[in-house]
């Protein structure tokens, strides 16, 4: 449940971080305990706004990557280097901190238990958090739905959610894991070395016994723009197909032979 104010805007407030997890050496995930929220649909995200003691704000929005119905809000944050955002959340908050934020937000990126499936999800770095809630939300509300999650990272290491992710891909029927890591050869048979491409989608397709009913990209725009154009020259239809995206340059020429690496 949305917390609103007059004019039917989402309200702003205030909520502690109950704890802080490392995830990669990059990426850690903030859990967040909001007062004023009662549910949202995975695949939704917040904005989070910081301020400073001059009164200047600055504001971003964070994927959920928690289940529905969860205790806690998981935000999932990489440090950006440039970033104005991430940086503090890194090196400065701490639990029992407040931070601001509004949400549930976004009706287009979303799964619900009644959209069925064979669900596709297709991400690239940080962009797999609002699928990994799309994956909680499957073992915990629709685990009979065929679901696959395709996802590319640099090395092992930077894979967000790596144990949790694997685990799922042995413990769970019908769910299929595809990691594919772009700057090394991995040990770990269970990880396939280099980028997506045709042979490793058509492989998912396959095992989801053709094109999915919902097929759902996140990442940056080279990486989504890539990733769109490679599902449609597969077979699965554009108008099942939902997007979402963070910063970057369009990839050049449309459809690429592999994605870009995140």
């Not at 200047?56 to 959920?64: D, F, H, K, L, M």
């Not at 679901?147 to 769970?172: C, H, P, Q």
Request: hydrophobic share 45%; charged share 20%; glycine share 12%.
């Amino acid at each position: 449940m949305e917390a609103s104010v007059p004019g039917g805007r989402i309200a702003w407030q205030e909520v502690a971080v109950t704890r802080i997890v490392e995830q990669t050496p990059t990426v850690k995930s903030f859990f967040l305990m909001p007062q004023r929220w009662t549910s949202f649909v995975a695949g939704q995200h917040v904005d989070v706004r910081l301020t400073a003691p001059d009164g200047y704000q600055a504001e971003r929005s964070y994927s959920v990557g928690s289940a529905p119905g969860a205790p806690e809000v998981e935000l999932v944050i990489e440090r950006l280097t440039e970033g104005e955002v991430s940086p503090f959340f890194h090196e400065v908050v701490m639990p029992g901190d407040a931070i601001e934020i509004r949400g549930p937000i976004g009706g287009h990126f979303v799964w619900r238990k009644e959209d069925g499936g064979p669900v596709l999800l297709v991400g690239g770095g940080s962009g797999v958090v609002p699928l990994m809630s799309m994956l909680r939300a499957r073992a915990a509300l629709a685990p009979d739905v065929p679901m696959a999650l395709v996802y590319s990272a640099r090395t092992v290491g930077d894979v967000i959610f790596r144990n949790e992710m694997l685990a799922r891909a042995e413990a769970e029927p019908g769910f299929a894991l595809h990691v594919a890591v772009t700057r090394e050869t991995p040990a770990d048979e269970r990880f396939h070395a280099g980028r997506i491409d045709a042979a490793l989608i058509g492989e998912v397709l396959a095992g989801l016994g053709g094109a999915p009913r919902h097929a759902y990209v996140c990442g940056s725009n080279p990486f989504v723009d890539a990733a769109t154009g490679l599902l449609i020259d597969m077979g699965v239809r554009f108008e099942t197909i939902r997007t979402e995206r963070y910063g970057g340059e369009p990839a050049e020429g449309g459809t690429a032979p592999a994605l870009p690496e995140e």
